[in-house]
C-alpha cells in the first residue's frame, strides 16, 4: 500500500500589503521550477507568457480578499475620456471583489500581482519568510504563512 501525500493549502498574508489575504494550493516541484524560471522575469516576458502565469496562479488560487481597483479614464466613441461605472474588461464596479481568477488579474497593475505570485512561489518553495519588510528585497511584498488562526508559520493541510 503506497502513501498518497495530501495536497497543501498555504494562507498567505503580505508585509508590504496589509490586509491582502490570499488562500492558494501548492505545485509540484516540477511546476514550481518552470513557473519560477518565468516568474521572475514576468514584467520582461511576453503577453502570452504573462497569462500563461497567470492562468496557473489562478488555478492554485482558491480565494482572496481583492478589490477591483479604482477605474481608469477611457475613451468614448466620440474620444472623449470618461470613467466607466463598471470595468470594460471584466465588467464589475470600483471595490467589488475581485474574483481568483485570471480574467480578472487583468485588472490589477502588473507590479502587484507579479508580487503576490512570487510571494506564494517563495513561500511554497520553501524560501526563508520574513515578517517584516526591510526593504532589501526591491519593493517585492514579502508575505507571511500562517494558520487559519494566524499563530503557525507553516502550511495549512
Known amino acids: 500500500m503506497g ?48 497569462m500563461s502565469v ?25 474620444g472623449v475620456m470618461y470613467v466607466p461605472e463598471l470595468c470594460p474588461a471584466c465588467g464589475l464596479a470600483e471595490d ?15 507590479e502587484f500581482i507579479t508580487n503576490v505570485i512570487k510571494g506564494w512561489i517563495e513561500t511554497i518553495g520553501g524560501a526563508s519568510v520574513p515578517k517584516v519588510s526591510n526593504g532589501s528585497n526591491g519593493g517585492m511584498s514579502t508575505p507571511t504563512q500562517t494558520s487559519q488562526l494566524g ?3 507553516s502550511p495549512l493541510t
Open 54 to 78: 497567470f492562468r496557473f496562479f489562478a488555478d492554485k488560487l482558491i480565494a482572496w480578499n481583492v478589490l477591483h481597483p479604482e477605474m481608469e479614464q477611457v475613451p468614448d466613441s466620440n
Open 3 to 50: 502513501y498518497k501525500p495530501a495536497r497543501k493549502t498555504y494562507a498567505l498574508t503580505y508585509v508590504d500589503y496589509p490586509g491582502l489575504e490570499v488562500l492558494m494550493h501548492g505545485t509540484t516541484i516540477g511546476r514550481l521550477e518552470a513557473l519560477g524560471k518565468l516568474g521572475a522575469n514576468i514584467a520582461s516576458a511576453t503577453p502570452e507568457q504573462q
Open 151 to 153: 499563530l503557525l508559520q
Open 96 to 110: 467589488d471583489p475581485l474574483p481568483a481568477d485570471a480574467r480578472a488579474m487583468g485588472c490589477l497593475e502588473l
